[in-house]
C-alpha cells in the first residue's frame, strides 16, 4: 500500500537539489560584472564607431553589425545570468525549508504501457488491496535506471514551491508482468488517464483497463 507524509529532506535528496539547481553566489557574482564591464566597452565603442565612422562605407557597416551583434549576445547572457539567480533562490529556500513530502510505495508487479513512435513509458503498480499506482513517464529515478521499475521507492517533492525531485529506489528491479502498446495518444485508453503526475486506481492490476475506465479515486498534483 501507498501512505504520504512529511519529513526532512535526506542527502540523496539534497544532492539531487545541489546537482540541478547548484549555489555559488560569488562566481555569479563575479561573471556578472564581467558581463557588465563588456557591455560598457561595447556599448562605449558603438557610440564612438557611429558618430565618427563613414556608415556608407560597407566595410564600417559590417565592423558596427558585428559590434553590436556581440553586443546582443552580452545582454542576452546577462538576462540568461540572472535567471540563474532564482534558480539559486529557489535552491537556498528548499534546501532552509529542509522538508519534503514522499508518496513511499511497495509494490509486488507492474504493468508497462508504450504509446507506438514514442520511446516514453506509462508504469502502473500494483500496491495492493486492489491499489494500482499510475505515474507520468517524467517521474522516474535519476541516478539509477537499470534497477527501474523497482519494487520499493519514493516519489518525492519539496514542500517548499512544490518542485518535483523525483524517484528515489530503495528496493530492487521489478520485471514488468505485462506490456501494452497502444497505437497512439488519441486511444481511449490513453484518453481516459487522469493528467496528474501521481494517481491511484481501484481494482485489479490484472484488469487494468477496466480499473482506468472508473477514474482515478486519489490524485497527486
Not at 51 to 61: A, I, K, Q, R, W
Not at 151 to 175: N, P, Q, S
Amino acid at each position: 500500500m501507498t501512505f504520504t507524509y512529511i519529513r526532512r529532506l535526506n542527502e540523496r535528496e539534497r544532492e539531487n537539489i545541489m546537482g540541478r539547481f547548484p549555489v555559488d553566489p560569488r562566481r555569479q557574482m563575479l561573471f556578472r560584472f564581467f558581463l557588465v564591464c563588456l557591455i560598457g566597452i561595447f556599448m562605449g565603442g558603438g557610440i564612438i564607431l557611429i558618430t565618427n565612422l563613414d556608415l556608407s562605407n560597407e566595410g564600417n557597416g559590417i565592423i558596427v553589425s558585428v559590434i553590436f551583434t556581440l553586443l546582443l549576445c552580452l545582454v542576452f547572457a546577462y538576462i540568461a545570468n540572472t535567471t540563474r539567480d532564482e534558480k539559486v533562490k529557489f535552491t537556498k529556500e528548499v534546501l532552509s525549508d529542509k522538508k519534503a513530502e514522499v508518496l513511499s510505495v511497495d509494490a509486488s508487479a507492474v504493468v508497462l504501457v508504450s504509446v507506438s513512435g514514442y520511446d516514453t513509458c506509462f508504469y502502473f503498480f500494483d500496491v495492493g488491496n486492489q491499489y494500482i499506482l499510475f505515474l507520468y513517464p517524467w517521474l522516474f529515478p535519476s541516478e539509477d535506471l537499470s534497477s527501474w521499475p523497482n519494487d520499493c521507492f519514493e516519489i518525492v517533492r519539496t514542500v517548499m514551491h512544490g518542485a518535483w525531485l523525483g524517484v528515489f529506489t530503495y528496493g530492487k528491479r521489478l520485471e514488468p508482468i505485462r506490456e501494452i502498446t497502444i497505437p497512439n495518444t488519441e486511444d481511449q485508453f490513453f484518453a481516459e488517464l487522469i493528467h496528474a503526475p501521481v494517481s491511484l486506481y481501484e481494482g485489479s492490476i490484472d484488469r487494468l483497463e477496466e480499473a482506468i475506465k472508473n477514474g482515478p479515486v486519489w490524485a497527486w498534483n
